[in-house]
């Protein structure tokens, strides 16, 4: 069930700017950093007492995330919304002062072109 | 008793604010000015029913709530509420409220909603999102009253029947007229039409599927739960766009209202989805 750990990485560098400023200057450092240091706390929230023992991202997952690769994490099923609202944070600015509004987003709508009239993955929890 | 003043459903668009309250005039897109009329008209339909108390429809976009401790139905029971998240300003540019709370209310619907069989949650530290700050923005910008905020899953699979979400709203609009004050209540929720986040149909020149959109309007103008209960299943909202079963507020909202025609219906068709504004009043029409 690591997509679980998928959904929480991005619901939590989503959430925290400083997290996220982190993952757009060097992904892998803060992927790294997430699985040892944030994403074993239980739940959400800014506790550091209780552990969740088993929270780790799969190879391909891992990967995923530090190549800020959201067709693959579309196709493993990570939530549609979190990936969608994360990548917008990373990307939204720079695309639109190069290329114009909503450019980033029409570029990401067109790399999942292929699952088009196709059942999605499922996000389902 | 209570009096059910009136029933708004609409869709919540994130940017309405940011496009026509933001923007410089001279740079607004082509269709700012009829959206602005369009939601203005709409206002309107909420002022006449003059209400003193609003329960406010909505469903949280993993801002507090992740699948760690997801709930299927929520009410909020709060003196106040802080609104918008930090992201949601960041990509919406959407404004922070803090919106005064209706704890007598809040409490006798949850007990009500209890003994009807619905088994909810309760947060006494609830943030609002979007989902009905958009509504606020756009029907009581003011935000002056009192709100009883409900929340349910429309988001994160599996999900509850429309036959659910519809008899919910049948509960809800009960313990309003069962509870004892002598106000008007005002139901406002919000939800989508056909819609899609993250997936390749998002952010075209009309939402997933107008075709589907004017089919979901008519029933819920008709106030046709029976063909509502038959054809909305995820496999038929999730056909018209990954984020379409948001519609499931809106089929709850009709359950609010009651199987019967709306009294105001209007919609405007966008970039990337359609608009919608729907009023009943299960009191009579006071305009």
Known sequence: MSRYAVNKFLYQVDGDPSLLAEYKADPAALVARWETEIGPW???????????????????????????????????????????????????????????????????????????????????? | MARLSAVLATTHHPFFHKITELTPPEEQPPFAAEWKRKVLAYRETLTAAEPDVLVMVGSDHFHQFFADNYPTFLIGKQARYDATFYNEVREFS?????????????????????????????????????????????????????????????????????????????AIASIIEEWPADVNVAAVGSGHLSLELGGPRMFGEHGPDPEWDLQAIRWLAEGDVDSIL??????????????????????????????????????????????????????GDPR
């Open chain 1, 42 to 125: 239980l739940g959400t929230g800014a506790r550091t007492v209780e552990r969740t023992s088993w929270i780790s991202l799969t190879d391909a997952e891992r990967q995923a995330l530090v190549d800020h690769d959201y067709v693959a994490l579309f196709e493993m099923g990570a939530h549609f919304f979190l990936t969608l609202t994360i990548f917008i944070a990373l990307y939204d600015e720079e695309y639109a002062a190069r290329s114009g509004p909503l450019s980033f987003q029409r570029e990401y709508a067109a790399k999942l072109s292929a699952w088009t009239g196709r059942e999605h993955p499922s996000v389902a929890l």
């Open chain 2, 230 to 283: 038959e054809d909305v299943t995820w496999e038929s909202m999730t056909a018209a766009g990954n984020a379409t079963p948001g519609f499931l507020d809106l089929v709850l909202m009709l359950g609010i209202a009651g199987p019967t025609g709306a009294a105001y219906v209007d919609d405007l068709d966008l970039f990337h989805t359609r608009e919608m504004y729907m009023t009943w009043y299960p009191e």
């Open chain 2, 94 to 170: 959407m404004p922070t409220y803090e919106l005064q709370g209706h704890e007598d209310l809040s409490g006798f619907m949850f007990q009500g909603l209890l003994d009807r069989g619905f088994d909810f949650s309760i947060s006494h530290e609830l943030k609002i999102d979007h989902s009905i700050i958009c509504p606020i923005i756009t029907t009581r910008p003011r935000a002056d009253l009192p709100v009883v905020p409900i929340y349910t899953n429309i988001f994160a699979p599996p999900l509850p029947s429309a036959k659910r979400f519809y008899d919910l709203g049948r």
